[in-house]
Nanobody
């Protein structure tokens, strides 16, 4: 069955960088677009970034545009989110999402704090 497992969250200071990754299995990864979402305490889950199956097109939330980069490695069935110039407002649980199947990972916590 479809499985999405996120890695790489942690604590980082404001202005710092962090990357999170998602290992996918149970489906033909290269056939589907992938997304990242996040959910901060007390808030709705929100879209962060998306990438088409070939990686040719990316889309970002305005709040992260120019700071975050989504990428994928179809040979390794992995999608990554590189986060730079992090702000306290980026603190959230970050989720990998496969929209075609409605599947979500378990999430990984990212905390931006001094």
């Amino acid at each position: 069955q479809v499985q999405l497992v996120e890695f790489g969250g942690g604590l980082v200071q404001p202005g710092g960088s962090l990357s999170v990754s998602c290992a996918a299995s149970g489906f033909t990864f290269s056939n589907y677009g992938m997304m990242w979402y996040r959910q901060a305490p007390g808030k709705e889950r929100e879209f962060v970034a998306a990438m088409t199956r070939t990686g040719g097109t990316t889309t970002y939330a305005d709040s992260v545009k120019g700071r975050f980069t989504i990428s994928r490695d179809n040979a390794k069935n992995t999608v990554l989110l590189q986060m730079n110039s992090l702000k306290p407002g980026d603190t959230a649980v970050y989720y990998c999402h496969l929209p075609r199947f409605g599947s979500w990972g378990q999430g990984t916590q990212v905390t931006v704090s001094s």
